[in-house]
């Protein structure tokens, strides 16, 4: 699995919508890609933490606090609990109907 496949499939529709974030089939896809990097190309899973913007802290302790539990599982989990967050925010932000037509860009 080369890094371009696997940004081609972390930017691809699914860290956007709800329903697939909640999939265990996705987590479980998420894991694999993951798990590759783990083995393959660390420094480019620390890329990807990094601009899917994932909490080195949080990881961190999460991982101290999972022993025995597959890293790559952690971290999928991880990048979903962030990308759930970034679309609360979309969500909630993307509310605001009370912009008048002029100033909404």
Known sequence: ??????EKILSD???TKRDSLHSWEFQE?????VR???????PQLVQLLYRIDVSEE???QLLQDSSGVDTADVI??????????KL?????????TDIPEQDKW
Not at 1 to 6: A, G, H
């Open 76 to 85: 999928a989990k991880l990048i979903i609990e962030r990308q759930l967050k």
């Open 58 to 60: 949080k990881l961190k």
């Open 88 to 96: 609360d925010l979309k969500e909630k932000f993307n509310d605001k």
């Open 29 to 33: 896809r998420l894991a694999q890609i």
């Open 13 to 15: 529709d699914s860290l």
């Open 36 to 42: 590759y990097f783990i083995e393959n190309d660390f």
């Open 1 to 6: 699995m080369e890094s371009l496949q696997i």
